[in-house]
């Protein structure tokens, strides 16, 4: 089960341009800034109070948050979830009938084990759980 909500994601089309937007609106602080060559992608972290929310910029438009991009335009991706133990959340998700876009737990940019829930399954919204 999920302890919170561990951050939001949001695509964007300009990472540095909203890296300063939301420092500049919201206080926000960058915790963490990485490429993942094999996503395709550019993130960072920002806190914001107590919060955390991920910025993400495509580095190829066949990437995942390319394709996000092509289709939908900047705006909410995800929302992640944190868990004690992401494989007992797994296998509690597979139990619930929910579809899993990851069968097993990979890295993360931020080092710590993730899966994705497809979004069929959570009422349209791609869902990241995240062990914390």
């Given at each position: 089960m999920p302890t919170g909500i561990h951050h939001?994601?949001?695509?964007?089309?300009?990472l540095d341009e909203s890296i300063r937007h939301y420092r500049n609106a919201l206080g926000a602080q960058l915790v963490h800034r990485a490429v993942s060559d094999s996503e395709g992608l550019?993130?960072?972290?920002?806190?914001?109070?107590t919060d955390e929310i991920e910025l993400m910029s495509?580095?190829?438009?066949?990437?995942?948050?390319?394709?996000f991009m092509a289709k939908r335009g900047p705006g909410l991706h995800h929302v992640a979830y944190g868990v004690k133990d992401i494989d007992l959340a797994l296998a509690e998700a597979r139990a619930a009938g929910l579809e899993l876009i990851d069968a097993k737990p990979r890295i993360g940019l931020n080092g710590?084990?993730?899966?994705?829930?497809?979004?069929?399954?959570?009422?349209?919204?791609?869902?990241?759980?995240?062990?914390?």
């Open positions: 939001i994601g949001v695509a964007v089309a300009d550019e993130a960072a972290l920002l806190r914001i109070g495509a580095l190829r438009d066949d990437s995942p948050v390319g394709k710590r084990r993730i899966a994705f829930v497809h979004p069929k399954s959570m009422g349209g919204v791609l869902t990241e759980l995240v062990e914390a």
